[in-house]
């Protein structure tokens, strides 16, 4: 019995890399170990919710279901505090400057976040990283009221 309903030929599974700007989108979030070890970090999902996104290579696609990840580390190191990400994700929120925030604040809300492009790098693995995208800030939604929403929901 063939389970594809399509031909696997015909079937695009690249991972698409958004054109830089602000886009709208949905935060979920859960916390788990570092791989060291040594600490949390918390996975932030965005699920984006425009209807239609753009690539970096000028392509529009209709948006079922695209998201992007960023990571807090909160593990604090020498040049590295994570209470600084933390209180710009407050902000973002809609929680304010002064509120702690929870894992479950993350859930379900939707932000403005600035999406920019990450070319291909080697890590410190040795690892090669395909080219991407980065979030480069995060914003209320009520402060960006031209972004589509209309999307992926």
């Given amino acids: 019995m063939i ?3 399509t031909p696997l030929a ?9 054109a830089d700007g602000m886009y709208a989108a949905r935060c979920s979030a859960e916390c788990k170990p570092n ?12 699920l984006m919710l425009a209807a239609e996104l753009d690539t970096r290579d000028g392509e529009t696609f209709e948006n079922k279901g ?6 807090i580390s909160l593990e604090a190191k020498e040049n590295y505090n994570p209470n600084e990400s933390l ?27 600035q999406v920019a492009y990450k070319a291909e790098s080697t890590g410190a693995d040795g ?6 995208n980065d ?15 209309t999307g992926a929901i």
């Fill in 3 to 5: 389970l594809n309903t």
């Fill in 10 to 18: 015909e079937v695009d599974i690249s991972r698409k890399v958004l």
């Fill in 35 to 46: 791989k060291a070890g040594t600490g949390q970090v918390v996975h932030i999902t965005l």
């Fill in 66 to 71: 695209f998201s992007l990840r960023t990571f």
């Fill in 87 to 113: 209180k710009r994700w407050s902000i973002a929120l809609g929680l304010g400057e002064d509120q702690d925030i929870q894992l479950e604040d993350f859930q379900g809300v939707d932000v403005a976040v």
């Fill in 127 to 132: 690892k090669v990283y395909g080219e991407g």
């Fill in 135 to 149: 979030i480069k800030g995060q914003f209320p939604l009520a402060d960006q009221p031209d972004l589509d929403t």
